[in-house]
T-cell receptor, first 114, second 114 residues
Framework: NAGVTQTPKFQVLKTGQSMTLQCAQD?????MYWYRQDPGMGLRLIYY???????DKGEVPNGYNVSRLNKREFSLRLESAAPSQTSVYFC?????????????FGSGTRLTVV | AQSVTQLDSQVPVFEEAPVELRCNYS??????LFWYVQYPNQGLQLLLK??????LVKGINGFEAEFNKSQTSFHLRKPSVHISDTAEYFC????????????FGSGTRLSIRP
């Protein structure tokens, strides 16, 4: 009964390095989301995937790319990390057919860019 | 479009005292409303949600919230808090459309003093 699994949990990058954050869900959900959480700013949507094969930009997509590899997996890539991307990243999933069930969240990836 | 304002960034309370965390929303359409809780170093968990019907909604861990359409508010309350309630609380809103995404507030950090 894992729910939403994110890897890694912690990462330190140097400016300009690249990395991919992994997310997988085992609830057969259609929709998946990537958020970043910064102090005093709540959660801001980076990208989302309403269904397998589709991705769309959220509120703060610059500097990121995503891949919906299959129904279970949704990855977030930083091509050239910048200190402004230091944040906690959360992946979430939902049934997608209706929003009233809310989202299920992973435990987060804490990323520091130095 | 929807938006959420959490009026207090931090709320300190003594153990066993009552607490209210305030949330106001803005929307031109009917909405679903949510409260999520984030314990230290964890992801977000759904605390309760308002979909329709009774304006008083009960959630987990003794929390409840009241939907007030005229004041566009959805305040969270608990009559007696415990140390274990120390967490950050997020109010969130989504429109009735199946394409809607959940919009999160900036969060309120609840700290419980013994």
């Amino acid at each position: 009964n894992a729910g939403v699994t994110q890897t890694p949990k912690f990462q330190v990058l140097k400016t300009g390095q690249s990395m991919t954050l992994q997310c997988a869900q085992d609830m057969n959900h259609n929709s998946m989301y990537w958020y970043r959480q910064d102090p005093g700013m709540g959660l801001r949507l980076i990208y989302y995937s309403a269904s397998e094969g589709t991705t769309d930009k959220g509120e703060v997509p610059n500097g990121y790319n995503v891949s919906r590899l299959n129904k279970r997996e949704f990855s977030l890539r930083l091509e050239s990390a910048a200190p402004s991307q230091t944040s906690v990243y959360f992946c979430a999933s939902s049934d997608g057919s209706t929003v009233d069930y809310g989202y299920t969240f992973g435990s987060g990836t804490r990323l520091t860019v130095v | 479009a929807q938006s959420v304002t959490q009026l207090d960034s931090q709320v300190p309370v003594f153990e066993e005292a009552p607490v209210e965390l305030r949330c106001n929303y803005s929307s031109s359409v009917s909405v679903y409303l949510f409260w999520y809780v984030q314990y230290p170093n964890q992801g977000l968990q759904l605390l309760l949600k308002y979909l329709s019907g009774s304006t008083l909604v009960k959630g987990i861990n003794g929390f409840e919230a009241e939907f007030n359409k005229s004041q566009t508010s959805f305040h969270l309350r608990k009559p007696s808090v415990h140390i274990s309630d120390t967490a950050e609380y997020f109010c969130a809103v989504a429109g009735y459309s199946s394409a809607s995404k959940i919009i999160f507030g900036s969060g309120t950090r609840l700290s419980i003093r013994p």
